[in-house]
């Protein structure tokens, strides 16, 4: 399996150490070693679920480069909200206040495709090898990648959250601006959902 | 996992044919130099963010202390002018000279008599009862001719004009608390605000909705009156209680719907919807009017019981 494959959570950084504090202050003080920081710890994640929401990598890195400037962006009023040393420091996660602003680009983008594209889900072009080996992979993955991108965006974003980076309901329904009850209630529908689509396509066993 | 299992929306067990599948959806790399790119963009972003300071203003500290005090002179004349034209002065035994006594103390005149244009006027100005037009009308007892209940329709109206008004600043101050808090979280989540256009179609579709409610409002109390006032003409006397029991009724039936709507959103959404298919129309679709109306922001509580009343004594006022 491809690395990028593999599962993880996002929140790589531990939560409530104060770090992410640090950080913040870092940025709002225009420190682009803090801005470099906060790229290889946290865009990789980010990205990977920008990807699965959109199927698009060009569109997913807009999305991360998007959501990084706006922490760039409100740094200064999130380290003011946030001071070093202060209890509010101990619970600020950089991750998650990113991962929300993934979350939410990336449904608004899809609203707005859709609204063009009167409902179809543009598909990237194949630009691997043509190799036998490639080519069987290349299509495992769209038929993967056809049964995610099927979903409805909420839907997809809380199987996104959820299955690929394993969060907890509670910091998923967090992401999405949704209280538990009506987030456990949408990842709900989005499991019947897929699996109704799974057994569609003829592979369920 | 099949799909013949009983719970369709459970987890994905890793290892089963659907985590298997979702597995197959690989995600690319971020592309070579992508750190590089966004620390770019963010410096040139700073660079243009940051105009040149303005040059400091020059003090206007002496200017604005003089300001205060004129208006404090000023707002202290006009408060001391009222109170002596409401008869306040003369009240705490406080003597208030009047112009023509000032004007004679100058001058040694004697100002006792009125000068002759003032007493002209004095004459030609007709007698207050003659000027005041038809006379208050006086409830006396229980409310049997029309005159009656239209002077206690408009006493109902006065006091109901002040409440509605107090009402609305509080709600109008709430819608704004209300938008300002929302536009605050969006900025903090790094969303976008709402543009000015959708602010004021929010506001104009709470406005609609607020006619709406009021047009409704009237509509009712018209048709009270009316049922009223054809009581009266037909030689029904009414009382105290005829007039008071619509409003509290409304009030109660308000309270009810408030409680019904808390224990709806208790629910789940299809216990909710049993729930509404449940309860009579009428009451299903006051129940809904409840909800959008508190969803616009703009709860309009029927009028609470007016203490405006026809009383025995003709200074019955609210």
Known sequence: ?205 | MSVSEPDQGGPIARGSALARKLDDYAVPGLSAGFADRVLAVAEARSAASLPPLPPLRRSRRGWRIGQRIAIGIASFGVLASAAAATGLLQQLDIPVPTAGKVWASITGTDSAAPPAALAAAAAAKPAPAEAAGPAPVEIVGPVDTPEELAEAFRRIDEVRQGRTAERRAMVDQRIDARIGKAIENRRAAGLPPPTAEEEAAFRAKVAAERARLDQLASDRIAARRAEMERKVESGEALTREDILRPLREDRQAFVQRQEQLRQLRAMSPEERRAALRRLPPEERRALIEEYRARRAGAVAAPAPPQPVLPRSDPSGEP
């Not at chain 1, 899809?110 to 036998?132: I, K, M």
């Not at chain 1, 080519?135 to 839907?155: C, F, H």
């Open chain 1, 1 to 205: 399996m491809n690395p990028s494959l593999e599962p993880s959570t996002i929140a790589t950084h531990p939560a409530g150490s104060g770090d992410d504090a640090a950080l913040a202050a870092r940025l709002a003080a225009r420190d682009a070693a803090a801005l470099r920081e906060v790229i290889a710890c946290h865009a990789a994640a980010l990205h990977r679920v920008a990807y699965r929401m959109t199927g698009d990598a060009h569109e997913a890195e807009d999305i991360v480069q998007e959501a990084v400037l706006r922490l760039w962006d409100q740094a200064p009023k999130i380290a003011a909200r946030h001071p070093v040393g202060s209890q509010a420091a101990g619970v600020l996660r950089l991750g998650g206040w990113l991962q929300r602003v993934v979350t939410n680009l990336a449904i608004d983008r899809l609203r707005r495709t859709r609204r063009l594209s009167d409902g179809e889900v543009p598909d990237s072009a194949d630009e691997a090898p043509l190799a036998d080996t490639l080519i069987e992979a290349g299509e495992r993955d769209s038929r993967a990648r056809a049964l995610v991108l099927a979903l409805p965006e909420r839907q997809r974003a809380a199987i996104v959250l959820t299955y690929y980076e394993e969060l907890p309901n509670a910091e998923a329904a967090g992401a999405m601006d949704m209280n538990i009850k009506a987030f456990e209630s949408l990842l709900h529908r989005a499991r019947a959902a897929l699996r109704q689509a799974f057994a569609s396509q003829g592979d369920a066993p």
